[in-house]
């Protein structure tokens, strides 16, 4: 295997560097990494950094599109200076994918922002939502019919300490690996479903296929463990991209991180043919019912 973290000397956040190569590597389900490209934070948003700040019974704090912070313990002093850290990594993750991917820019939707204050290698889990196991994401009740969903991380940590992650193989070796495994789709369970609103919409045989691959790798012992793989410490004040629903990877252990995700059409990235849509559909040998690959 080769290695699927691509090093990118760029510091400015704000750089515009169309690189055809980059975003080959991107559609391929590498993993970006800006070593030198940090998120800086004041004096007093470091002091914010403290595992009390996250409110009682969630996982993350977030914050969305039309200004809703959630997941804060702290009065509204302390909840207007993280709504805008959290508001201006937002910006700046938006800046950094316009300056590489630009043909993206214009179709670019941005879920909720979010800063991640848990101790990730102490979390408790089933193993199905574990996410220290290697996974692609894909997501029970939010059907996407082949949508990538594009991820910006950087490390905040304030004590020095790593991300880890784990990366896998290619999405193709593991699809090939799950398929011949996977329970065949059924429509009519697919509108139970969404008539139960187990689903927020019609689960499509795309996203059934993603979820089969998600589940059985997770729960597969001896793939987390013998897979080719390789173990990537992401230091304070570093930055990544990847397709997190491409890209194999596993989050191990780390605190105080910031993310934005954004979600893409897949007709909109620049080779179709890269994505996991197109992969699935060529591998099943028909087209997926309920998410057609664009023409």
């Not at 080719?228 to 004040?237: D, I, L, R, Y």
């Amino acid at each position: 295997m080769d290695n699927p973290i691509r090093t990118m000397e760029l510091a400015d956040w704000s750089a515009a560097v169309d690189r055809p190569e980059w975003a080959a590597a991107l559609e391929a389900g590498e993993v970006l990494y800006f070593p030198r490209l940090a998120f800086s934070l004041s004096g007093e948003e470091q002091a914010l950094l403290q595992p009390s700040l996250l409110a009682e019974g969630v996982r993350n704090i977030s914050l969305d599109a039309q200004g809703r912070l959630k997941g804060v313990a702290g009065g509204p002093e302390v909840q207007a200076q993280v709504s805008a850290l959290i508001a201006r990594f937002g910006v700046q993750a938006r800046a950094l994918c316009r300056g590489l991917f630009p043909a993206y820019d214009a179709h670019l939707r941005a879920a909720p922002t979010s800063l991640r204050p848990t101790e990730v290698s102490t979390r408790k889990q089933s193993v199905r939502a574990d996410d220290r196991r290697l996974h692609v994401d894909a997501f029970p009740t939010r059907p996407n019919y082949g949508e990538r969903i594009l991820r910006v991380f950087t490390n905040v940590n304030p004590h020095g300490e790593p991300r880890v992650w784990r990366v896998g193989e290619p999405f193709e070796a593991v699809a090939r690996r799950y398929l011949p495994q996977a329970r065949p789709y059924v429509q009519w369970q697919a509108k139970l479903l969404q008539a139960l609103k187990i689903t927020k919409s019609f689960r499509s045989e795309y996203d059934h296929l993603m979820l089969q691959l998600h589940d059985r790798m997770k729960a597969d012992e001896a793939y987390q463990r013998d897979c080719e793989q390789v173990t990537m410490p992401f230091p304070t004040g570093s930055t990544w991209v990847c397709f997190s629903d491409q890209t194999v990877h596993a989050a191990m252990s780390g605190q105080y991180m910031l993310e934005q995700t954004f979600h893409l059409p897949v007709a909109r990235q620049y080779d179709v043919q890269a994505s996991p849509l197109a992969i699935l559909t060529r591998l099943a040998g028909h087209p997926l019912a309920g998410a057609p690959l664009p023409r």
